[in-house]
């Protein structure tokens, strides 16, 4: 298998050393850059599988470099910020990158999410377009209804009969918020009492299994006081 | 130069204006009284203009003389020596201008100076002989007066003119009625009249006085009209002279004016009459009767039209500048000078005193009225209008001022309120302008203070913005490279060890910068609210669920006790997960071992209630609320993990998501409450 290439830009030497070593470790080739400059200059001569873009940088910043890429390239883009509040995080998703991690970041975490976002870059293609009617589908999150199979990113997640169809009924309104009774009387087929508890813990292990960061998911999320959701990406 | 023009052009203009009114008006009162003293004969306006012969002047004046001689002669017996002789001499002071010749047969009274044939005169009914250039003449034969002018004869009864013929009436009026056939008067008017050296003839005065008069009228006229025109054409010029005068005119007390009009309407309402000097025989007074009359009918005139300018520019200015309201006015000024209080009080003695001197004097001139007829009675109302008045203006300054004072008290509500930039205005001569103005400077300073005090938060937020951002970096590094460390194989154990601490501190960094990122944010307003509305049983079972791993870990027991069915309140869901998640770590973390932890969530009314009880692991030897301070721990060793920042942290969250946080020690027993407002359920 070829080796996929993966850029890495941050002002910050040591941290684009780090991150470079930790994914050589994984098996891929590191380029690296310094700045948003450099990093569009080996973007337009290089063969470029994925990039890693930190956000405040000398010459132009990584929001300014994904909205150039992004007219060109369809390539994923993590951007690795300090900033770690929503509405940065809103921003640099609406700008076009794929994934947002803030700094200082877990190193597993961080491999995790570039593994996952080369997995749907790649593969993106092999989805089978006649079959698209029986799938389920919100960003990475594909729920194939007919073989019964959730996979992320391509990776397929083993979920026990309960999960799935707790998977399978969010799924089916992406988006809709799920009060827990609903979920239980829909489910499990017996009225509801006192089951948040029962769900809450379905849920989490769900999150567990299809989440890279349970504690910050991307797609299963618990709306606080009312209910639960899978995004609607 | 050129400015000093232009600066007088309305004085100018306006002058041109007084002058031409001035000279057309006067015109038209001569000549009105000219025409009342003629009986409304409008020939006598010709005079001027025509041959002296043919003027009524001349008439006048020859009927006049005639008249005289004739009522002599006809009742001769009846006047005294002394009249004779004057009439005499008034007719003698024509000189060579008058033949006369006047007989009484009866009596044989006779006076001529016609010295020529007078024996030829003895014949009734026979004309009299004249000296030659006296073509000109008058004569009574007994029978009947003719008037007789070169020869030709002109019945006087027969003449068209009125004026001769009344003028004559009055003459015969003058003698005793009567049989006359013995009288026989002859006044004969020399054809180009001299100048008498030795007298003054009035016959040549008239002609000369007729002469000029005319073309002066005219040339007055004329004079008057363009004067006039010019003032027309620069009529804006008058007019900002207009409101020049009137300015000045603004300035005087309304008192005066009227006191100033009385003066002015008196005399000509009273005295009028009486001023004319009466129509003289001379020229000269007569010029000079109708001149004063004229002078003092275009002074009132003038008089008026200041008054009139007064009042279109000055409007209601002009009735309010009187000497009452300029007396207030300085009394208002007067007590400015003493306490506010004092003032007020003064104010009110003030009223009291003046009413009662004013009702005194009323009363005395009351008094004098009943004695002295209506004369009094109009001070005494006056002096109780003003009474009047004056109440009515203190009523009117104390409904100002209590409006005031309204207004003032709803400022320092809106003050209160926090409105810092709405000015409160107010009449600048009002009583309590000096405590608005006080005021207004008290929110100026606020305005200001908090204005820098939200400027230094900013500030304080980029700061902290900008420094965790700068923590952040090298701890990224950090941990990335302790990360790498960890995964390398073959060192020492105690190696291990020394990256497991490493790992654990530099975790530990990043949580606590996090944490105090969040809380400035929080405690400065500048933390985005996503509100809405949540049902706050199910926000506690949900985050007791996602704690279950964690729960399980600490060997406590957990008694929750939360109503089953849904309390909502409006709030932000998120941080409230955070809130009772920091509550739950501390009481896991503080709790005495196999202890319980109570949770419960009772609603009172509008109003819900979390309370977390936890057992202390420790004694809290803390105050309440100093537990609340930042970077405050229940243990003052600091050996535990965490920020101690969780506190301070939920404390500010549920404050900026709208509930209340209180903190309550009693022994060893922990207590948290939180408070939110219900929303009902639809």
């Given amino acids: 298998m070829e080796k996929h290439r993966i850029l890495v830009?941050?002002?910050?030497?040591?941290?684009?050393?780090?991150?470079a070593i930790n994914l050589q470790n994984e098996g891929y080739e590191v380029l690296k850059a310094f700045d948003g400059l450099q990093a569009l200059d080996i973007i337009s001569n290089q063969n470029i599988q994925l990039i890693i873009l930190d956000v405040m940088m000398p010459k132009m910043d990584g929001l300014s470099a994904t909205l150039k890429i992004r007219e060109e390239k369809n390539i994923p883009i993590i951007i690795l910020s300090a900033k770690s509040e929503d509405t940065d995080k809103i921003l640099g998703l609406s700008m076009g990158a794929d994934d947002y991690v803030t700094k200082p970041f877990n190193t597993m975490e961080l491999m995790a999410r570039v593994k996952s976002q080369?997995?749907?870059?790649?593969?993106?293609?092999?989805?089978?377009?006649?079959?698209?009617?029986?799938?389920?589908?919100?960003?990475?999150?594909?729920?194939?209804?007919?073989?019964r199979t959730l996979t992320v990113d391509g990776e397929p997640v083993r979920l026990t009969a309960t999960e799935m169809k707790i998977v399978e009924l969010l799924m089916r309104f992406p988006g809709r918020i799920f009060p827990a009774e609903e979920i239980y009387e829909r489910v499990?087929?017996?009225?509801?009492?006192?089951?948040?508890?029962?769900?809450?813990?379905?849920?989490?292990?769900?999150?567990e299994k299809i989440e890279i960061n349970p504690k910050e998911p991307k797609y299963l999320k618990v709306v606080w006081g009312i209910g639960y959701k899978i995004e609607k990406i | 130069m050129d400015t000093k023009l232009k600066k007088s052009k309305p004085f100018t203009a306006w002058i041109c204006f007084f002058l031409g009114v001035s000279i057309i008006t006067g015109l038209l009162i001569s000549v009105f009284i000219t025409l009342g003293h003629s009986r409304g004969n409008w020939d006598v306006l010709q005079d001027p203009f025509i041959d002296y012969r043919e003027s009524i002047a001349f008439k006048q004046r020859t009927a006049d003389y005639y008249g005289q001689l004739f009522s002599l002669a006809a009742a001769s017996s009846s006047y005294g020596a002394s009249y004779i002789d004057a009439t005499i001499n008034s007719l003698d002071d024509e000189g060579i201008n008058l033949k006369y010749y006047a007989v009484n047969k009866k009596n044989n009274f006779l006076v001529q100076n016609i010295t020529s044939k007078p024996s030829s005169l003895s014949d009734s009914g026979k004309m009299p002989a004249l000296p030659a250039g006296y073509n000109y003449f008058w004569y009574f034969d007994g029978q009947k007066l003719r008037e007789i002018d070169h020869g030709k004869v002109i019945d006087i009864k027969r003449l068209d003119s009125v004026y001769p013929r009344e003028l004559l009436d009055y003459s015969f009026n003058r003698a005793p009625a009567g049989d006359y056939s013995d009288v026989q008067v002859l006044l004969a008017v020399r054809d180009n009249l001299v100048k008498n050296p030795y007298a003054y003839s009035k016959y040549y005065g008239d002609q000369q006085f007729l002469s000029i008069i005319g073309w002066i009228c005219i040339g007055l006229l004329v004079l008057g009209l363009l004067l006039l025109v010019f003032a027309i054409i620069n009529r804006p010029s008058k007019r900002e002279y207009d409101r020049k005068l009137a300015s000045w005119m603004g300035r005087m007390w309304l008192e005066v004016k009227l006191l100033l009009s009385l003066l002015f309407l008196v005399p000509w309402g009273i005295f009028g009459i009486r001023l004319f000097p009466g129509w003289g025989d001379n020229w000269f007074n007569r010029v000079l009767g109708i001149a004063w009359v004229v002078c003092i009918i275009i002074a009132c005139l003038w008089w008026f039209y200041l008054i009139l300018i007064d009042l279109i520019v000055n409007r209601q200015k002009f009735f309010t500048h009187n000497l009452l309201n300029s007396f207030l006015s300085w009394y208002r000024k007067h007590e400015k000078r003493y306490p506010w209080q004092n003032s007020m009080l003064k104010r009110a003695y003030m009223l009291v005193g003046a009413e009662a001197v004013l009702a005194i004097i009323s009363v005395v001139f009351l008094l004098a009225a009943s004695g002295s007829g209506g004369l009094a009675l109009l001070p005494a109302l006056l002096i109780a209008g003003a009474g009047i008045y004056l109440i009515y203006r203190y009523l009117k300054r104390y409904d100002e001022t209590i409006s005031d004072l309204g207004s003032l008290m709803d400022h320092i509500e809106l003050i209160k309120n926090g409105d810092m930039t709405t000015k409160l205005e107010i009449a600048e001569d009002a009583d309590i302008y000096p405590a608005v103005q006080n005021l207004n400077s008290i929110q100026e300073g606020m305005d200001i203070a908090v204005t820098e005090m939200m400027k230094s938060e900013r500030m304080k937020i980029d700061l902290i913005s900008n420094v965790s951002h700068d923590l952040k970096t090298p701890l990224t590094s950090i941990i990335s490279y302790v990360d790498l460390l960890n995964k390398e194989d073959g060192l020492p154990e105690h190696v291990n060890d020394y990256i497991k601490i490493l790992a654990q501190k530099s975790e530990h960094l990043k949580n606590l910068i996090q944490d105090l990122f969040d809380l400035s944010k929080a405690s400065s307003n500048n933390l985005p609210l996503d509100m809405e509305k949540i049902d706050l049983p199910r926000l506690v079972k949900q985050t007791l669920a996602d704690m279950e791993e964690p729960i399980a870990?600490?060997?406590?027991?957990?008694?929750?006790?939360?109503?089953?069915?849904?309390?909502?309140?409006?709030?932000?869901?998120?941080?409230?997960?955070?809130?009772?998640?920091?509550?739950?770590?501390?009481?896991?973390?503080?709790?005495?071992?196999?202890?319980r932890v109570f949770i419960d969530l009772i609603v009172d009314r509008n109003e819900v209630t979390v309370t977390i009880k936890n057992t202390a692991n420790y004694e809290m030897t803390f105050e309440e609320d100093e537990i609340l301070q930042r970077f405050v721990r229940g243990d003052k060793s600091r050996s535990s993990e965490g920020s101690g920042l969780g506190l301070s942290i939920a404390q500010t969250f549920t404050e900026i998501c709208g509930g209340s946080f209180s903190v309550k020690i009693d022994g060893d027993l922990f207590k948290v409450e939180l408070r939110f407002k219900t929303e009902s359920a639809n």
């Fill in chain 1, 9 to 19: 830009v941050d002002d910050d030497r040591e941290i684009v050393n780090a991150i």
């Fill in chain 1, 118 to 147: 080369l997995r749907r870059y790649l593969r993106l293609g092999d989805v089978n377009v006649a079959n698209r009617a029986n799938l389920l589908q919100s960003g990475g999150l594909c729920f194939d209804l007919e073989s």
């Fill in chain 2, 553 to 595: 870990a600490s060997g406590l027991v957990f008694r929750v006790n939360t109503p089953d069915e849904p309390v909502y309140i409006t709030s932000d869901g998120k941080k409230l997960y955070r809130i009772l998640e920091n509550l739950i770590m501390n009481a896991l973390k503080y709790s005495l071992a196999g202890s």
């Fill in chain 1, 188 to 207: 499990w087929e017996e009225p509801a009492y006192r089951v948040e508890n029962t769900v809450m813990v379905h849920i989490r292990r769900i999150r």
